[in-house]
Antibody
């Protein structure tokens, strides 16, 4: 069974860089026709898509965050990562990694449990 | 960006009731519409993909319909575990976008 687990600091100072890693087990991030993605939910708000990385390394970002975000993958560790720079309090959120694929109509069928990242000095 | 509008934003219902949530897309998204159930402290759960395809393990009281710009999620015979927030999501066009959510409360 596929499992995803987010890891990274739970507290980041304003203007610094938020860094999270998603470790995937039970399946390879290079499996064709799958994407690893990051989604976040600020407190009391809805879900916001941050971006995707495909099995081949093709990356797409939400234009609203594109200037500050980097998604990458480490195939040797079966992980993909998120970096968000110049963070502010508005970036405080639960961050989820998830996987979508052709088998689920390109929707996110598998999710990590999420990790709360607080931006505060 | 494709804007997804859900209605209602919140609804109260009782166990055994039937509830329908609607989701409208600002542009044609064909059938690339998913529905998620989200409970506090848990990851969102994919219920329905491509507008009407029930995911494995999801009870048959959940059903989805629609195409183009108008979609519905119907939950029949509500059970206590169904009280949660529901989101629609379009995956037809980048950036992927979600509706604002519909909170389903126990009346």
């Amino acid at each position: 069974q596929l499992q995803l687990q987010e890891s990274g600091p739970g507290l980041v100072k304003p203007s610094e860089t938020l860094s999270l890693t998603c470790t995937v087990s039970g399946g390879s991030i290079t499996t064709p026709n799958y994407y690893g993605g990051w989604i976040r939910q600020p407190p009391g708000q809805g879900l916001e898509w941050i971006g995707d990385i495909s099995h081949s390394g093709s990356i797409t970002y939400n234009p609203s965050l594109q200037s500050r975000v980097t998604i990458s993958a480490d195939t040797s560790k079966n992980q993909f990562s998120l970096k968000l720079n110049s963070v502010t309090a508005a970036d405080t959120a639960v961050y989820y990694c998830a996987r979508r694929g052709e088998g689920s109509g390109w929707s996110y069928a598998d999710w990590g449990r999420g990790t709360l990242v607080t931006v505060s000095s | 960006d494709i804007h997804m509008t859900q209605s209602p934003s919140s609804v109260s219902a009782s166990v055994g009731d039937t509830v329908t949530i609607t989701c409208r897309a600002s542009q044609d998204i064909s059938s690339y519409l998913a529905w998620y159930q989200h409970k506090p402290g848990r990851a969102p759960k994919l219920l329905i993909s491509v507008a009407s395809n029930l995911q494995s393990g999801v009870p048959s009281r959940f059903s989805g319909r629609g195409s183009g710009t108008y979609f519905t999620l119907t939950i029949s015979s509500l059970q206590p575990e169904d009280f949660a927030t529901y989101y629609c999501q379009q995956v037809n066009t980048f950036p992927i976008t979600f509706g604002q959510g519909t909170r389903l409360d126990i009346q």
